[in-house]
Each structure stands twice: as structure tokens, then as C-alpha cells.
């Protein structure tokens, strides 16, 4: 597969700008949105007696994890509690090979994972969630940066995780 040559000189100006998900933690075993959902919804079992039947639904592809989670929005607080058990039981995780080549592409990362897979890969990367205003309004100024657009698990409470947030 060829690079385009627009794109590797926008990464050789540094004025190159990666997205990148889910997909880039599950190297490290972190799960997928699927799976995350999954395992929020088994930890509420306590609260909500149709969570098997969910659990059901999304993996049979009836119902979407947004879907699911509209319908337990009443148990955020416990959901988030859950999230924030299920992504910190990877904090021994090591950044995959995938994180590590990354800074030397881009000194500008844009992320939906809540883990800190990037920033132990990078900590000279100033890390920016979207809850701070301050930070976000200074993002061009940052030559290097982690721009965490769902939280951070540093602050489970403000993680975007329900459709309602």
C-alpha cells in the first residue's frame, strides 16, 4: 500500500493530526466498545433485572450498545463505578508497539479511550480532556498533545459514556 505523499508531508511539518480509538487499546487487552458494555451491564445485574436479557441483545445484534444504555440511564452512577473497575484492572497494561510508533508520526493525538496507555507512552504529551475548558481553548498552542475528547479515567464521573452525556 502506498502513502500519499500529501500525508507524509503533512507528518514530516508535524501538521498531521491522528484519531485514533478502541481498537488501538484492544492490542493491549482493554475491550471494545462491545465489550465494555457488556461487562458494565454484568456488573449491574444487582440493579437491573433485564440486564442478561441485554447482554443477550447486543451480542446477537439486536440491540447497540447506545441502544442499551439509553435504557439503563437511571444507573449511571453505578455503570460508572463499574467502567471505572473494568479499565483500571488494565493499568499494569504496557503500551503496544501500535502506541509506540505513533509519537514519531504525529506529535498530536486525538482519543475516545478513557485508558492511559498513550500518556505512559508519552508523558512529555500534555494530556487535555474535553472537561477542561481552559486546556481545550489553548490546543493549537500545545506542540505536543493528548486530547482525550471522551475523559479520562482519571475522572470516571466525567467520562462520556451514556448517549445522555
Not at 461487562?39 to 445484534?61: F, M, P, T
Not at 483500571?88 to 497494561?93: G, I, Q, T, Y
Not at 505512559?120 to 489553548?138: G, L, R
Amino acid at each position: 500500500m502506498m502513502i500519499p505523499s500529501n500525508l507524509i508531508t503533512k507528518a514530516q511539518n508535524d501538521k498531521l493530526v491522528i484519531f485514533v480509538g478502541a481498537g488501538l487499546s484492544m492490542n493491549c487487552g482493554l475491550p471494545n466498545w462491545n465489550n465494555l458494555t457488556i461487562e458494565i451491564l454484568e456488573g449491574l445485574r444487582d440493579y437491573n433485572d433485564k440486564c442478561d436479557k441485554y447482554v443477550s441483545a447486543i451480542k446477537d445484534d439486536i440491540l447497540s450498545p447506545v441502544e442499551v444504555l439509553n435504557k439503563i440511564d437511571n444507573l449511571k452512577v453505578h455503570a460508572i463505578e463499574i467502567l471505572d473497575k473494568v479499565i483500571r484492572s488494565h493499568d499494569e497494561k504496557k503500551p503496544s508497539v501500535a502506541h509506540q510508533l505513533l509519537g514519531g508520526i504525529s506529535s498530536k493525538i486525538i482519543t475516545t479511550n478513557y485508558d492511559n496507555l498513550l500518556e505512559k507512552q508519552y508523558p512529555d504529551f500534555e494530556k487535555i480532556s474535553y472537561n477542561n475548558k481552559y486546556k481545550v481553548s489553548k490546543l493549537s498552542d500545545y506542540q505536543k498533545y493528548i486530547f482525550k475528547i471522551h475523559g479520562d479515567i482519571g475522572e470516571p464521573d466525567k467520562c462520556i459514556f451514556f448517549p445522555s452525556q
